[in-house]
């Protein structure tokens, strides 16, 4: 069942092939100016910075921008929808776990998003900056796999704050709220190992660097399997989280009309 | 004709403030993106004393002024986003009857009161930044930075026009232009310097952001102009506005005359 609805995932996405192209446009041009604003830091700082130079950093920015749109770091409302109109009570009359079957299709939709939304943004940046990347095949392994976890736990968090439709209905202030914390502390914006260091304590307290930050340097070859591990870790304990607070929202749970 | 948008404009107010509970969600939502544009600006400014030229304080300020220009300029033409939903679904025949200029009718469709909420919260941090600047206040730099948030304002309300133009050719392209329009705004708040010389030129003459805030800012705190510019380049904000105004209205009327409709 669980590979059915990965495959319903890919296939409900890979309809929207100009909107993927087109998103994957906004991600290069926002490489571009991000990737020129972190050469300058780079420059700036004397040619090297916590472990980037020039090209890394670069890298760091065009790797983030592919990422975007896999890993799905905007937001994500299906859930918080369902519960306000009562969809939901369809989903509570499947034979499969609600949290387990959204998962895979959200799997399945980042399978999906890797080569129109990952491979634009690469093509650009090794044509205008150039990519430092590994040489060996082993980067490559481990990063996918990266990758892979980092959109689970991308999902958890989603599906997390998704649940506060439950007890809110109105998702707008949870998901500006999330919106705006992950997206400094995954390292979206700059390396986390360029915060300062209470912002890099608090970042490290969170799953968000393992989102982003995380998988980045898996692949640029920075770290390896120990990056994995803790992000697994995250993704266990939120995933865990995710169940137990669908059961306690759909005890509270109300559909109307009939 | 501004009788009209005023009678639109009092409409919109009254239904978007009927649910207070949900308008104040919606304000405090839009000032995230105030707070995630402050913290974004933090990090980048975290491991070097300056950037561009620029300090963080000064950083802070051409953003900020950015901020406020784009908040004016998304409250009134920020639903020039929809053109292409017009447009798809057919109901845009029903605004080239009515007797008044379509653009303006589109403009009149939405006044999105949530934008005020960044505005604000843009001004605040304007306020502060220039307040503890320490520059000897002329009148000449008060109307510049009046001028500043005007003229940002207009350019930004150029992009949406020219980028809704554009859309008469695309039906399906919004979200290309719109990168150029975001991207546009992006690039308006670090300091143009930083840009390799194709992508300078790209956000100085085509699309005019560093017009926005940054030659102004250098101009106001009296730093060097870039290579090549006199120094009172940051007056020149009107000009750029003209220009891309200019292209935007002539994209436009060339968008308009396009239109076929799609008929039934």
């Known amino acids: ?258 | 004709m501004v009788e009209p948008y005023l009678v639109l404009a009092r409409m919109h107010v009254r239904a978007q403030t009927a649910y207070r509970g949900s308008f104040a969600i919606e304000v405090l939502a839009s000032v995230g993106a105030t707070v995630s544009g402050v913290c974004e600006m933090y990090v980048v400014f975290a491991s070097v004393p300056a950037l561009g030229g620029l300090t963080l304080r000064a950083a802070l300020l051409v953003f900020a002024l950015g901020h406020v220009s784009m908040s004016l300029a998304d409250l009134f033409f920020g639903h020039l986003d929809a053109l292409p939903g017009y447009l798809r679904s057919g109901a845009f025949d029903a605004f080239l009857l009515r007797p008044l200029p379509v653009l303006f009718q589109l403009i009149g469709a939405e006044l999105s009161l949530r934008r005020l909420g960044r505005t604000v919260a843009g001004s605040v941090l304007a306020t502060a930044v220039l307040a503890g600047i320490g520059i000897r206040w002329t009148p000449a730099d008060v109307g510049l930075v009046a001028l500043t948030v005007l003229c940002g304002a207009a350019i930004f309300a150029a992009l949406f026009t020219a980028a809704a133009a554009v859309q008469f050719w695309l039906v399906d392209g919004a979200e290309v232009t719109a990168s150029f329009v975001y991207g546009g705004q992006y690039a308006s708040q670090f300091p143009a310097s930083v840009y390799p010389g194709p992508l300078r030129t790209l956000f100085t003459f085509v699309v005019p952001a560093a017009f926005v805030a940054y030659l102004p800012v250098l101009t106001l705190l009296r730093l060097p102009p870039p290579p090549g510019l006199p120094p009172w380049i940051g007056w020149c904000t009107p000009l750029a506005a003209a220009g891309a105004w200019a292209i935007a209205l002539l994209g436009w009327r060339a968008g308009l005359r396009r239109y076929t409709g799609t008929g039934s």
């Open chain 1, 1 to 258: 069942m669980w590979p059915t609805l990965f495959a319903l995932g890919f296939r409900r996405w890979s309809a929207y092939r100009t909107a993927a192209l087109a998103g994957a446009f906004t991600n290069c041009v926002f490489g571009l100016i991000r990737s020129a604003v972190l050469i300058a830091v780079v420059g700036t700082a004397g040619g090297a910075l916590a472990g980037y130079d020039r090209a890394t950093a670069a890298t760091y920015v065009w790797l983030g921008q592919a990422l975007i749109g896999p890993v799905q770091l905007f937001g994500w409302n299906e859930l918080a929808q369902r519960v306000r109109t009562g969809d939901i009570a369809i989903d509570l009359a499947r034979p499969a776990d609600p949290m387990l079957t959204y998962l895979a299709a959200d799997l399945g939709r980042a399978t999906f998003a890797l080569l129109p939304r990952g491979l634009p943004p690469l093509v650009v940046g090794a044509l205008v900056t150039g990519l430092a990347l590994p040489h060996t095949p082993a980067p490559y392994a481990l990063g996918l796999a990266s990758v892979a976890l980092a959109t689970a736990l991308s999902f958890a968090c989603r599906w997390l704050v998704n649940l506060s439709a439950f007890w809110l209905l109105d998702l707008r202030g949870p998901m500006t709220l999330y919106l705006v914390v992950s997206g400094v502390l995954c390292g979206l914006v700059v390396p986390v190992h360029w915060f300062p260091g209470w912002l890099a304590a608090i970042a490290a307290a969170t799953p968000f660097p393992s989102m982003m930050q995380a998988p980045t340097d898996v692949l640029m070859g920075r770290s390896g399997a120990q990056t994995l591990v803790v992000q697994a870790l995250w993704l266990a304990g939120l995933l865990g989280l995710g169940r137990a607070g669908f059961a306690l929202g759909t005890r509270r749970l109300v559909i109307q009309g009939g």
